[in-house]
């Protein structure tokens, strides 16, 4: 079974200024479909090829990093899109008492996402996550996921320079207060709150 690049979940220029057409043009079209198109020449006639996204790259972690590197990256860019939205939803009822039960309001939330994001090291991701009933955040390095984890990921941001180069050359901490402040799909958030397992890749 070949993957398809996934559709962004809203027009192009649904994300400005926070994140430019020309962005998600190089971003969606260039870089996260070479992942997507990578990890089909690897699988295919492979005992992979059946296989789910989120079971390659559980199986190839650890034992084939190419692969892994790929489908990973293929997962990742994928909740990405889904983690924005053109106006910021709301969260539900349950995810809204979650985040203040832990970091005491929405507000303070984003404030640690951006510190997070603008502090963590190189390339990455940053997560807001669920795990047994309680939310934090958590870092992933380089092309790294939660895919696979003992963690439920309900959004994430994309921290690699690509993500916000053209827009906001070398500055991330304003990508991030463009994207967090206003660009976060908390409803999506919150139906993977809700559903309790990670989100599967949609093919």
Excluded: C
């Excluded at 106006?87 to 640690?112: R, V």
């Excluded at 309900?154 to 967090?180: G, K, M």
């Amino acid at each position: 079974m070949a993957f398809k690049l996934i559709d962004l979940p809203y027009p192009d220029t649904a994300l400005e200024p926070a994140i430019s057409a020309q962005t998600l043009s190089f971003h969606h079209g260039k870089h996260h479909n070479a992942y997507v198109s990578k990890m089909n020449d690897a699988i295919d006639g492979t005992d992979h090829a059946d296989k789910s996204l989120e079971e390659i790259v559980s199986a190839a972690r650890g034992s084939n990093q190419g692969l892994f590197n790929n489908a990973a990256q293929s997962w990742n860019h994928a909740f990405y899109w889904h983690s924005m939205a053109a106006e910021e939803t709301a969260p539900s009822d349950e995810l809204k008492s979650k985040i203040e039960a832990k970091f005491g309001s929405i507000d303070e939330l984003k404030e640690q996402l951006k510190s997070r994001g603008a502090g963590h090291f190189a390339s990455g991701w940053v997560w807001l996550a669920e795990k047994n009933g309680e939310l934090s955040i958590e870092e992933t390095h380089d092309g790294d996921t939660l895919a696979d984890s003992d963690f439920n990921p309900l959004l994430t941001i994309d921290v690699w320079e690509h993500a916000y180069y053209l827009d906001h050359q070398n500055a991330r901490p304003s990508y991030l207060d463009h994207v967090v402040g206003s660009k976060i799909n908390w409803a999506f958030a919150s139906e993977n709150l809700a559903r309790g397992t990670t989100w599967a890749y949609p093919n």
